[in-house]
């Protein structure tokens, strides 16, 4: 059995036609749902890129993998998927993005040369690399992109600064869409050299070289995340009033949570705050979402012309949500539903899993299962010490009669701004969240808690963190998500010196987090 493991980055879970968005069309999608299983509940561990991608990765909530932020190496100690499968004789290969920052000090602690096989391989995450790109900022020497773009005629020294992510208005200027401002415009790249069309020629490349040889891969967009720059014909593809309303109300601003009312400073959130920039955005975003359904039509054709599709185990999944101006904020992070919760296909080509195929699983599914249920599936052993999540197995061959009751998810906000604007230190700025069937909630560290009735508030529009009359409820889940940390180790990886560091850096590669 293939195994193929999609991911798209800062997807939401409600922007697909299958989970009901009235507008956006994502017809193959749809038809991988009607294959396979949909979990319409499904969860990330952190609201983050690379904390959440670890979790995929290796299993682990990330107070036990400690990689807690984009920046945050990932330990040599942790075990990927990449060297499970290894050991058992199969590779794993990566077309994408995987933010996976190499732990340079701990190899140098155990004497591995990085340009060793070894060495290579623990930089990479257990990924062997048909093209990383994690895009976002100009390409390094990672990619093939920026060399496949000079040789389409895009004569730049930053052909994706220049081109994929900028646009031409009707005088003739150029303009950027770091400024979110600009993407009503059609980025300048055609779109078969796009980055979605480029990493999905990579993908079906390695598949047509592989032949008869099973093999593992995952293909990992990095779109719709912003720039949200889409190439012509889908920049105007949909209009503001084919989008899902903003879903915010002025109540949210009165007597707001002090780390969230943190957050709402941030530029993306007070450029998303503003009516001309939801309007903007949101029409491109949903552009980008159907340029990547249609690119994966295009693979999944080319994987039944090769014979292989129906012998292939796929998941596509994303990293997290977008808030898209919900909540009176932008980009992710924070624990809402908006952006914990994610699009969850599973698609098990086995027989045994015939009876669930096309049904929709409302039971809590998180992003520590995937690594399970690939090894589990493909017969590798795992280490059980070791994994965090479940194998879906049971679900997938509908024989669960005991599942999780909730779900976990944390952040480390030591990197961001708001950290800053409360006066706390890196070390201080972290949260921790436990979301079941009725409530959500979330303890933050010197600061005071959040919870919320999903029942009677399903959008997550009034805190009851201090009310009173859910003192007891709060103790409640208080305690249980104590009890759940309490069996989980507590790495920080990071000094507040290298935090600092990190921070003034990040501003110093001038990266916007979303200017209008």
């Keep these: 059995m293939n195994v193929l493991f999609i991911m798209a980055d800062q997807l939401r879970w409600d922007h697909l036609s299958c989970a009901g968005h009235p507008y956006l ?56 998927m990449g060297e499970y499968l290894r050991g058992a004789g199969r590779r794993l290969a990566l077309a994408g993005k995987t933010h996976v920052m190499p732990d340079q000090a701990g190899l140098e602690r155990l004497g591995i040369d990085g340009q060793t096989e070894l060495g290579t391989l623990l930089m990479r995450g257990g990924f062997e690399e048909v093209d990383r790109y994690d895009g976002h900022h100009p390409p390094g020497s990672e990619s093939g992109y920026p060399a496949y773009l000079r040789a389409q005629g895009y004569d730049s020294a930053d052909p994706w600064t220049d081109y994929v992510i900028a646009g031409i208005d009707a005088q003739g200027q150029v303009h950027s869409g770091w400024h979110m401002r600009h993407v009503h415009l059609p980025a300048r790249v055609a779109e ?15 598949m047509q070289r592989q032949g008869s040889q099973p093999w593992v891969l995952h293909l990992s967009y990095v779109k719709p995340h912003w720039p ?7 920049h105007a593809m949909y209009t503001a009033d084919q989008c899902l309303p903003v879903v915010r ?8 949570h002090p780390v969230v009312a943190a957050y709402r400073q941030q530029e993306e959130c007070v450029s998303f705050q503003r009516d001309d920039c939801i309007r903007t955005v949101r029409p491109a975003y949903q552009g980008l979402i159907h340029q990547l359904d249609d690119h994966l039509g295009r693979l999944f054709n080319e994987m039944e012309r090769l014979g292989v ?36 296909i599973v698609v098990d080509p086995r027989p045994e899993a015939d009876a669930t195929r096309g049904t929709v699983d409302s039971r809590f599914v998180e992003a520590v299962d995937v690594l399970p249920t690939v090894l589990d599936l493909l017969g590798v052993p795992g280490a059980s010490q070791r994994i965090e999540g479940r194998s879906l197995r049971p679900l997938l061959e509908g024989t669960a009669t005991d599942w999780r009751g909730f779900t ?14 409360l006066g706390m230190t890196p070390q201080q700025a972290r949260a921790f969240s436990l979301r079941n069937e009725r409530w959500r909630y979330v303890m933050w560290l010197d600061q005071p808690e959040q919870l919320f009735d999903l029942a009677a508030d399903p959008d997550q529009m009034h805190d009851l963190g201090t009310d009173p009359g859910h003192a007891g409820v709060r103790a409640e889940l208080r305690n249980r998500l104590l009890d759940f940390l309490a069996r989980r180790k507590h790495r920080t990886t990071m000094s507040d010196e290298a935090v600092e560091r990190s921070t003034a850096a990040h501003k110093r590669a001038g990266v916007f987090f979303g200017q209008w």
């Design 192 to 206: 078969r050299h796009s980055e979605t069309a480029y990493m999905t020629d990579q993908a079906i490349g390695f």
């Design 228 to 234: 949200y720059m889409a190439p012509a014909p889908y």
């Design 25 to 80: 069309r994502t017809a193959h999608l749809d038809a991988l749902a009607r294959r396979g299983v949909r979990f319409d509940r499904a969860f990330v561990n952190s609201g983050v890129c690379g904390p959440s991608r670890m979790s995929y990765y290796t299993g682990r909530y990330p107070i036990s993998h400690g990689a807690t932020w984009n920046r945050v190496p990932l330990s040599v100690g942790e075990v990927t």
């Design 249 to 256: 109300s002025q109540a949210e601003l009165q007597h707001a």
């Design 309 to 344: 599709l129906d012998d292939t185990l796929i998941i596509f999944t994303a990293d997290h949500g977008d808030f898209l101006g919900d909540h009176w904020l932008g980009e992710k992070e924070l624990f809402y539903d908006t952006v914990q919760r994610v699009p969850f």
């Design 408 to 421: 976990y998810s944390e952040l480390d906000y030591g990197f961001r701004e708001a950290r800053r604007t």
